[in-house]
């Protein structure tokens, strides 16, 4: 199968806002691929997902900045791209650095124009084309005309939705059921939809819920065989060597088997959370804490397997009492059952005064949702907002392209009257708003050429520098620390909620405002 109809379909499927014609198109190139190469199918799922299917092969943004002329005939093969992805990624060595920019550099001279600009977003983690799992999954469903819901449930049981593809358009239904919940095999998380309150989640859930602590830690699905066990991140990541308190942990409980939820955080002596940073440090260091690093916690909050025993289908309640019968209730997260909305609200209040981020309302009779955004788990969690002021912005890729979209966002020091860079985001954004957005930072240009952003962030297109006028309304989920600005801040997840036409940038938040946030949140 030739490289250059996925990179095509690729291109067809970004410049789609619809999600049928997007799974129609994705449909028929696995279709295509099936007949041409069965074995190609599993790795243009996984491309056009956005993975390679080697995870990293040590090629960044810095390798992508200076490209050959693309050519001008299609030869490539999926076969071929992927040998040389595999022989990049496993180069190691004297002179590697050398012999994998040779090979990068003939895998783009052998590229179309259209290939290239595939390559380099696959490559830089920037195919944002909407083909993520739940598009990509009903695209294989139609093109092995199989029920969406039972690819979707065996690509979450297997954690791998290439290998569920290339099952499905082999061996069809029988080959969907090989995969099962199996103790060693990571499954996808269920996950939340929000609630604007827990008034909101009371009524949404049918009058009464579960409410339990959200802890501001990192969720983890933990694995034991025996004396066996596996740990995994909310990305299916092996960790189970960076954490090894969390397997005494589990090798202490009275089981043989189980596949469990858990969140696993760094608490100060007083029980409160460190910042997000200390618990997400331990997950980047390899081999185990070192002499200095913070232990983290772990704390139980659901059950998808005990003994033998598959708990997926099984309602909440179910699910809770034997949870409860096999971990101590200090390694459980906090819960209330209530259908009294004050006494919600109390619970919310106390978990946010202890340091968490917010609770989660769940349903008592909702089953384990694997992989999904399930309507019978809810977060709600309070609004945190800054009036920022708009420093740059990129243009857009993909379905964006020829827009301005990705806001770089900042807030004057009072000490210096400089402007300093807090984050970026493109989240949030509306259509319309791209469209003004667009119109009006092309306004505030400050008259220079467009400056290109020399591998400092990921993106292909430029960054236009604007006049510091226009203030926006972010809302973020926490601020961190961060080298990479000289404020020492970044935001945590921004999203844009409002443009405010109605605020100079003199009225917009400071940097001190900024800090005395951060530090509120210590």
């Known amino acids: 199968m030739l490289l250059v109809d996925v990179a095509r379909a690729s291109a067809d499927v970004a410049a789609s806002s619809s999600r049928l014609a997007k799974t129609a198109r994705l449909g028929e190139l696995l279709r295509h ?143 969907l059921e090989q995969f099962t919940l199996r103790v060693g095999k990571p499954v996808g998380p269920m996950l939340a939809q929000t609630a604007t309150g827990v008034g909101d989640a009371l009524q949404r859930l049918g009058g009464a819920a579960v409410f339990e602590a959200k802890l501001d830690g990192a969720r983890v699905q933990i694995h034991r065989a025996g004396e066996s066990v596996s740990i995994f991140t909310r990305s299916l990541d092996d960790v189970t060597a960076r954490l090894p308190e969390v397997v005494d942990a589990t090798l202490a409980l009275p089981v043989d088997a189980l596949i469990a939820d858990a969140e696993a955080i760094a608490l100060k002596p007083d029980g409160r959370p460190h910042r997000f940073q200390v618990t997400a440090s331990r997950f980047g260091r390899r081999g185990g804490a070192g002499p200095g690093d913070q232990r983290l916690s772990v704390f139980f909050f659901d059950l998808l397997h005990v003994d033998g025993a598959d708990l997926l289908d099984r309602p909440a309640h179910e699910r809770s009492a034997a949870l409860a019968a096999i971990v101590p209730g200090h390694q459980r997260v906090d819960r209330l059952v209530t259908s009294d909305p004050d006494e919600a609200q109390r619970f919310l209040d106390a978990t946010l005064a202890a340091g968490h981020e917010g609770v989660m309302a769940k349903s008592a009779d909702a089953p384990y949702e694997a992989g999904r955004r399930g309507a019978g788990w809810l977060k709600v969690k309070p609004v945190h907002t800054l009036d920022l002021v708009v420093l740059a912005v990129e243009w857009g890729s993909g379905r964006r392209t020829g827009k301005l979209s990705n806001i770089h966002l900042g807030a004057r020091d009072p000490a210096t009257g400089d402007w300093q860079m807090l984050g970026k985001t493109f989240k949030g954004m509306t259509d319309e708003m791209l469209d003004w957005q667009t119109q009006r930072f092309l306004e505030l240009a400050d008259g220079a050429a467009p400056a290109a952003t020399s591998g400092t962030s990921p993106t ?63």
């Open 33 to 175: 691929a099936a007949a041409e190469d069965a074995d190609a199918v599993a790795v243009v799922v996984s491309w056009l997902s956005g993975e390679l299917t080697q995870r990293q092969i040590g090629v960044g943004w810095a390798a992508l900045r200076s490209l050959p002329a693309p050519a001008l005939e299609p030869r490539l093969t999926v076969d071929e791209v992927e040998a040389l992805f595999t022989e990049i990624g496993t180069t190691a060595g004297k002179g590697s650095q050398a012999r994998r920019a040779d090979l990068l550099g003939r895998l783009f001279a052998a590229a179309t124009d259209v290939e290239q600009t595939f390559l380099r977003k696959l490559l830089g983690g920037e195919l944002r084309q909407g083909a993520l799992v739940g598009v990509m999954a009903d695209a294989v469903a139609a093109a092995a005309g199989l029920p969406a819901a039972g690819v979707r449930r065996a690509a979450m049981l297997g954690g791998d939705l290439p290998a569920v593809a290339a099952a499905a358009m082999t061996g069809g239904q029988e080959a």
């Open 460 to 522: 292909d297109g430029y960054v236009v520098r604007v006049r510091p006028e226009q203030v926006v309304e972010i809302a973020y989920d926490g601020i961190q620390t961060s080298t990479r600005y000289p404020a020492g801040m970044a935001l945590r997840f921004a999203r844009v909620l409002r443009y405010r036409d109605d605020k100079t940038a003199a009225e917009a938040d400071t940097v001190d405002t900024v800090r005395a946030h951060y530090d509120r949140s210590t």
